[in-house]
């Protein structure tokens, strides 16, 4: 599916040196995504070499750098596929929130924001380490990624201060980038928790739904 995708757009994404690829070069761009993917599974980024990329497709390097400077322009060329939105979250996210019901809304959008989080689970968390680690471009990535999500939860935000159901004193963009934080964090640790003492998965789904569906001005 993503190398369909990626086939259909073969007109408007280049190589490395900003020539428009055909659609045999985009398949083989796509190969090289792929495979980088797939190493980063079991391997930290600064530990895949360009060697191993053009090996794992049966190319050679200099294969390699016609589509790529770098292992790091992979991972930013997979990242433009993956969105940390969709049309289910988009939906949860623009109910009422003052509303009856929030609360089960508000573990629907728990489940369906970590369910999304982790089908791009390799290339997101090399994303968040890399740009945690001071690289701007990776930074970049995270807050356009995030940026959507950060405007429709400020939406919600704004709208239960307006009714007095969250502190007027509060940023709702604050407020947004804390939820966002919590649901990151969830999603990236959270089928790894250990249940030894006697907290699991969805006891943590249940809490982070609890402080997202308050901040958003619910009450039932």
């Known amino acids: 599916m993503a190398q369909q995708q990626a086939i259909n ?56 750098y016609v589509y790529f400077k770098g292992v790091p322009e992979v991972v930013l060329a997979a990242l433009e596929s993956a969105s940390q939105t969709s049309p289910a979250l988009d939906a949860i996210i623009a ?58 939860i400020s939406e919600q935000v704004v709208r239960a201060q307006a009714a007095g159901r969250t502190p007027a004193g509060l940023s709702p963009r604050s407020c947004a980038g804390t939820v966002l934080m919590i649901l990151e964090r969830l999603s990236a640790i959270g089928p790894m928790s250990s249940h030894a003492d006697g907290v699991g998965y969805d006891d943590l789904k249940a809490a982070a739904a609890h402080s997202i569906a308050m901040m958003l001005g619910a009450r039932d």
């Open 95 to 152: 109910r009422d929130w003052l509303a009856p019901g929030a609360a089960d809304a508000a573990r629907d959008f728990v489940d369906e924001y970590t369910e999304l989080w982790n089908r791009n689970r390799t290339i997101f968390v090399v994303r968040n380490l890399a740009a945690e680690e001071g690289d701007t471009r990776f930074y970049e990535a995270r807050m356009t990624q995030a940026r959507p999500m950060m405007d429709a």
């Open 9 to 64: 757009t073969a007109e408007t994404i280049p190589d490395a040196s900003g020539r428009k690829l055909g659609a045999k070069g985009q398949r083989t761009r796509q190969q090289l995504i792929d495979a980088t993917v797939a190493l980063l599974e079991t391997h930290g980024l600064r530990d895949v070499s360009v060697v191993d990329v053009a090996r794992a497709v049966q190319a050679s390097p200099a294969t390699f």
